[in-house]
């Protein structure tokens, strides 16, 4: 089935759910259970609550009551293999094991999370992974005629924003760099154009998504050119603590994903990558479908 097909059943499902949820009482996620008798975070034919970031080009933009993205084109993708319809929900960067998290003071509101998260040791205490879908090494963000970064050095006295709860926020700068964190990545997109900071700090391709956003606005931006800091980041889909069927049905599905879709979906969700690095964005980008079973939570 192609993307946009995916896209269109998906819209149609979601009509006919909504309807069906203005008549029955609504629930935060499913917590059925399997054919096994283990609690279920995926039911076949079922709504699977998704927590995703709403403001995120090239990977979530919510307009016009649309998703469009990477990660709304691998949830679709999801759906339509292991027979679930996707209920989205906004999720900030610090919130997103709390979603999850069924040990914590707060119900778990969401089944899975989709939402450039990248794998961690300390994530991976808290919830499981799936993955990686994506890997990207972290820039700077900067407005386009700006020129005081160049090399790592230069970033001696700068304030570069990055948000909280995300990896580039542990990352080592040096002493003089002054970090301000903010809640999303909107907010430090707009601090840079009103020249209140002198740089944005994260995943490369995050940043990409944000300079195409804004390439005809009055203050364009660009991505730092061989300038990388930090971790190389690896994303995964994140579900629940101790589902290991489910863990195992969404690894497998994944890795035929990344044989048949991935490239595809990446070129049309995030060209300004693929121009950047014409002859190299793969090998950049793409997992291998083998180191599935290194950085999950499970194996299959």
């Known amino acids: 089935m192609t993307r946009t097909r995916r896209r269109i059943q998906a819209a149609r499902t979601w009509l006919v759910l909504a309807a069906v949820a203005a008549l029955v009482p609504a629930t935060a996620c499913t917590g059925e259970e399997g054919a096994d008798g283990e609690p279920t975070v995926l039911p076949p034919q079922g709504t699977v609550h998704i927590a995703t970031a709403f403001d ?69 205490k808290k919830i499981d992974f799936v993955g990686p879908y994506l890997t990207s090494s972290q820039g700077f963000l900067v407005r386009k005629g700006y020129h005081g970064i160049k090399k790592e050095r230069d970033l001696k006295g700068k304030l570069v924003c990055a948000v909280e709860g995300t990896t580039p926020t542990a990352a ?27 740089a944005v700090f994260s995943d490369e391709v995050i940043l990409f998504g ?50 048949d879709e991935w490239s595809s979906d990446f070129q049309s969700q995030l060209p300004a990558l693929v121009d950047t690095y014409p002859d ?6 793409k997992p291998d479908p083998e180191d599935l079973n290194t950085y999950s939570s499970c194996r299959a």
């Open 280 to 285: 190299d964005w793969q090998n950049r980008f």
């Open 172 to 198: 080592g700068m040096p002493t003089s760099t002054v970090m301000k964190e903010e809640a999303d990545y909107s907010t430090c997109v707009r601090k840079l154009q009103e020249r209140s900071v002198d």
């Open 56 to 124: 995120q080009p090239g990977f979530d933009l919510y307009r016009n009551h649309r998703h469009r993205g990477f990660d709304m084109d691998l949830a679709y993708y999801l759906g339509e293999k292991l027979g679930f319809n996707a209920k989205f929900q906004d999720v900030t960067h610090q919130g997103r094991e709390r979603e999850l998290d069924e040990e914590g003071e707060h119900k778990r509101s969401a089944d899975m999370v989709i939402a450039t998260y990248s794998i961690t040791p300390q994530r991976d």
């Open 210 to 259: 944000y300079a195409q956003q804004q390439e005809k606005s009055e203050v364009p931006l660009k991505v730092v050119p061989n300038v990388t800091m930090g971790l190389i980041n690896r994303y995964g889909i994140g579900i629940p603590k101790d589902h290991p069927t489910e863990c195992r049905r969404l690894l497998k599905v994944l890795r035929k994903y990344l044989i």
